[in-house]
């Protein structure tokens, strides 16, 4: 990266990254990507890359699908712009929130829209405390989450992350949102501990967690599939099915966080459907307008939909929503990715895949600087290690997998570093010789970083 050329001056003088070291910044300057076509896209020197994050786990469809711009163009030059409040819709918000339901891994009754997943975890918890209070258990508001775990940055979704950094100084979380056990076999397991065992262990803590804040008093869990920023983490096996257990004994609803796992990224078009989870409610976003635009949706059961517009009954109005909820240029666009999905059986594609990507990873996964590779469908990770055997962890100061992402980056590969784990997540239309291409630069990086003198 560079920092002398007029583009990254204008970025260093004049915008606040998110996510990033301000005060290195400036002496760092910006990737400038200034492109992208297919899994590539390119910065201002003309150098591609082979996008392995699918930016931030959103562009499925690759960079440059032709029939998204296409709905996009459309649709400005049809209704550029118009909000849902107070009775008003538009003809994309009304056949994409039906052609939700219809493909919700569970039956779901209606979908609000809003414009990140972020913004969709909010909502879910601000429709937890409205339910509550609608069906007359004004107690019943505490929510769980699990550490590591990523739901965004608003005040409620970052207090349900549970990820330190996105906390400290923040002064968060906020009460009534708290964590429990995080599900990594790998790093959490006891010696000799079975995953089904773990998953017993998670399972009965959860039940005591339950018990000790009052079962009268806790409203819902939130969970993803996979867990995403907190490391790509594969849940144990039964662990949902045991988990969900709890939660039904104790009447606490299961909101699935669907925005990384939605859309094809597990194999099948939901997380949930790959993990078993049956969803109070269900966020999404990310794959569902793949990245084009910001869209998000939260889908809410019957039971959940009738205490909403029971209460609403009574105030006058459903007094939440955004100037953007609906928007009709999203909707369209996120309307021809579902369609696309279908037509281009992108689904069929990933599980062709799959074999590949996973033998892929689990070769790097032999490699003496690695402790565990994980991953299901088309996304993985792998955790770097400072000893093998015993799993010991690098210093953190070390930045293992910063050092091994700015390598693989080198290489013409973008990957991302959480920790000293490195994640992948190829955009889903990626064809068997670019996977081939993906490992072989991550590999060649792996054999720079394994073969440099440690800091």
Known sequence: MSATTALARQDIAAHLHPFTNLATHPEVGPLMVTRGDGIYVEDEQGRRYIEGMSGLWCSALGFSHPRLVAAGVKALQT????????????PAVAELAERLLAVAPVPMARVFFANSGSEANDSAVKMIWYYHNAIGKPGKKKILARQRAYHGVTVASAS?????????????????ISHVDCPHHYRYGLPGESEADFATRLADALEQRILAEGPDTVAAFFAEPVMGAGGVIVPPETY???????????????????????????GNLFGSTTFGLQPDILTCAKAMSSGYVPISAVMVSQQVHEALAANSGKIGTFGHG??????????????????VFEDEHILDR??????????????????????ESRGVGLIGALELVADKATRQPHAPELKAGPRLAALAQEQGLIVRAMGDTVALCPPLIISEAELATLFQRLGAAFDQYEQAPRP
């Open 322 to 339: 955004y100037t953007y909820s609906g928007h009709p240029v999203a909707c369209a666009i996120a309307l021809e990715t579902l369609k």
């Open 160 to 176: 349900l992350s549970g990820l330190p950094t996105n906390h400290r100084d923040f002064d968060l979380p906020i009460d009534r």
């Open 79 to 90: 209704l550029p712009y118009y909000h849902t409040f107070n009775h008003r819709s538009n």
């Open 350 to 371: 990933v599980r062709a895949l799959v074999p590949a990507f996973q033998a892929g990873l689990h070769q790097l996964g032999q490699r003496a600087s690695v402790g």
């Open 240 to 266: 949902f099915a045991k988990v969900q257990a709890v939660l039904r004994k104790y009447e606490v609803l299961l909101v699935a966080d669907e925005v990384i796992c939605g859309f094809g990224r597990t």
